[in-house]
């Protein structure tokens, strides 16, 4: 016969032991290593909780919670803005219901969490340049400090570049030029800074490898893979430029979970100071949202609220489907003829070092194929956003729909452009 002291049994029907039963289930994108931390300090905080982590990149998670029971999630946190603000339209959340006091509503011009209050900014990513202190050194310059200073002559076929194309966080890079300098000068920079630099095809990951090696003395990238990188041991480095752009994680409960208050649990820490200042651990070096954190950070972390009072975040997020659209239009202007266009470029360095008047030329190779009143046209935006839906961000342009023959127009009109700057070059002897 079974026996069971009574304490025992009122522990196993407590309320506690019950809820325990069943997990808050937690989706992600983080890595494991981050999220294990997150899992046994929460559950150390909060006993009567446990945690099961669910992984998942931006673009899978966006069709998983979107299932009729989203999928079994209680708490989806992310680096993905696009899929916090598209879930929220089709009425995916529910308001978060923590103190959200201490946690600014913005930073710069970047929203930190929606007028609802159904999803909030955890921790913060920064775009910026990584850097091999050794190598610019050989070259006798400092690092960069914004953008034109890619421009310096001795950084010629010394920069990675991560493609638009095929690097999820790179189109915010061209983005947030566009956004500061507008959009015809912001396009001649990146015509520029494309031709003398080599395309990176895989992430933040390899960029880091790229400058850690010395192939590289200045890589575009996210400050987290550079902190990982120097968590390793890599010779690399990390600057916020003068005018950068910040990526916000987000957090948000889902309208069907069946853990409310373990979920309220979660996102709760995550914004805590403990939380938050577990972010900011050697071993994940987020910036956190919390802005009392940084009292107690080493000195030198960067803070972003600060930089963001000198005028460094002035970028606006932009919206998935703008996104698309100046990535689309790299590829087909500068990403797929990337070996001509280089070429063009130190063709007209050289002839510019001896003195000639190269302007000509140079607007040939600056001006894009779309204008700025183009670029913002509705119908446009409509047409990447419903390519976005079908699933078809990365499938090269075809003439079979309207999207595709407006994308081999600007392959063309591209093509001429870089044709009729070969022509003139020639006609000059350079």
Not at 26 to 37: D, G
């Amino acid at each position: 016969m079974f026996r069971c002291k009574a304490w025992l049994l009122a522990l196993a029907l407590s309320p506690a032991s019950l809820l325990a039963a069943e997990p808050v289930v937690v989706l992600t994108s983080y890595p494991e290593e981050m999220m294990s931390r997150f899992e046994e300090a929460f559950e150390q905080a909060n006993p009567d909780y446990r945690l099961q982590i669910l992984w998942r990149q931006g673009f899978d998670a966006l069709p998983f919670l979107r299932q009729a029971d989203q999928g079994g999630v209680d708490v989806y946190w992310a680096p993905s803005p696009g899929n916090f603000a598209r879930l929220a339209k089709d009425g995916s959340w529910q308001p978060l219901g923590v103190d959200l006091q201490g946690l600014p509503p913005r930073i710069g011009a970047t929203a930190l969490r929606d007028l609802d209050a159904r999803y909030q900014a955890t921790e913060l990513a920064g775009y910026g340049f990584a850097t091999n202190p050794k190598a610019l050194a050989e070259l006798g310059i400092e690092a960069p400090k914004d953008w034109t200073d890619l421009l310096d002559p001795r950084l010629r076929r010394r920069i990675a570049l991560p493609d638009p194309g095929r690097v999820g966080f790179a189109p915010v890079l061209l983005d947030i030029v566009l956004q500061h300098y507008g959009w015809e000068r912001g396009w001649a920079l990146w015509s520029e800074i494309a031709g003398q630099s080599r395309l990176v095809s895989r992430g933040g990951t390899l960029v880091s490898d790229e400058v850690a090696n010395g192939r590289a003395a200045v890589g575009l990238s996210i400050d987290f893979f550079v902190a990982s990188a120097v968590s390793n041991g890599q010779p690399v480095a990390f600057v916020y430029p003068a005018h950068g752009g910040l990526n916000p994680a987000h957090i948000a409960i889902t309208r069907s979970t069946k853990q409310a208050d373990g979920a309220r649990a979660f996102v709760r820490f995550v914004l805590s100071d403990a939380g938050q200042k577990l972010l900011a651990d050697a071993d994940i070096r987020k910036l956190p949202v919390r802005p009392s954190v940084y009292a107690e950070l080493p000195a030198g972390y960067h803070d972003p609220f600060v930089a963001a009072q000198q005028g460094a975040y002035s970028y606006k997020a932009a919206s998935r489907e703008r996104l698309a659209l100046v990535t689309s239009l790299f590829v087909q202007w500068l990403g797929q003829p990337h070996e001509r266009l280089t070429e063009l470029w130190q063709r007209v360095h050289a002839g510019e070092a001896m003195g000639r008047d190269l302007q000509a030329v140079r607007a040939y190779l600056t001006v894009p194929p779309l204008s700025a009143g183009q670029a913002a046209s509705t119908d446009l935006l409509k047409l990447f956003g419903a390519r976005q839906d079908s699933g078809m961000e990365h499938q090269p342009a075809s003439d079979q729909d309207a999207l595709g023959k407006l994308e081999i127009a600007w392959q063309f009109q591209g093509a001429t452009r870089l044709a009729e700057a070969a022509r003139l070059l020639d006609e000059m002897g350079l």
